[in-house]
């Protein structure tokens, strides 16, 4: 999941809750989070949306429940300031975070990263604050 080769330019990008069994921690996440993204407004998106057929490796529906932004939307200092907030909140609740997205202009969503209290965020920091060279 971590290394990739992926043109950040019109990048749609998501954080969003691992598992599908959020409740315990769903009202939490969801307070903080609306009010951590207030400042950005229009760049920033809550999710919370719960898909209502299983996936086939599951028998419990996916239940979408983080953000989403626009990679180019945000500013490197901004970006990282999400995945530190996202690191904060998985100490907090002990819950793993997925940080992933898709090509703008179509393409599969993908998973590049985990943000895990138990794990180093140096590799997330290093991606979203690169600057687009291409």
């Known amino acids: ?36 993204i207030f400042p950005y407004t229009g760049r920033i998106l809550f999710i919370n949306e719960r898909i209502a057929t299983p996936s086939p490796s599951s028998d419990y529906p996916d239940w979408h429940l983080g953000i989403q932004f626009q990679f180019e939307a945000l500013n490197p200092s901004e970006r990282r300031d ?33 943000i895990d209290a138990n794990s180093s965020i140096d590799p997330v920091l290093n991606f979203v604050t690169k600057r687009n060279e291409n």
């Open 1 to 36: 999941m971590a290394d990739h080769d992926v043109r950040q330019k019109e990048m749609n990008c998501y954080i969003l809750a691992d598992g599908f069994d959020l409740e315990d921690c769903a009202a939490l996440i969801t307070e903080r989070a609306k009010r951590f």
């Open 82 to 114: 999400v995945i530190l907030f996202f690191h904060q909140l998985s100490f907090e609740i002990g819950r793993a975070f997925v940080f992933g997205g898709r090509a703008a202009k179509g393409g599969e969503s993908e998973d590049w990263h985990f």
